[in-house]
């Protein structure tokens, strides 16, 4: 018996017929190869990053790599950090889920990514 064999659907009238392959690729055609294009929604691009919440210092700044950014909000507030992927980095005001738009207070874009996957 080979690896290589054609499975077929017990239905005969079934369209798709696939190879055994190590992921149980779909055939192209299909149309299953494609990649989904992105939500039009305003927080899709934060939800597709690493969070955390950080506290504003009492003199309005937050902590950046090895500097201090002036964010022009409230002392002892918590805020949003979020580093995306392409190694940008922003601070939100609100959390997703909170419910409206995104209220962004910086946004910091690096040369390289922070972090790779």
Known sequence: ????????SRNSTASSRWLPTPLGAAPKRDGRYLLRPARKDPWWKYIWSVRQRVKVGLDGTVSLDSSKIKLGYRPNAW???CDHPDGACSFLANEP??????????????TSPFWTI
């Open 79 to 81: 805020v949003l950090r």
């Open 97 to 110: 889920g909170s419910g409206g738009k995104p209220i962004l207070l910086f946004n910091y874009k690096r």
């Open 1 to 8: 018996m080979s690896c290589a064999t054609t499975t077929m």
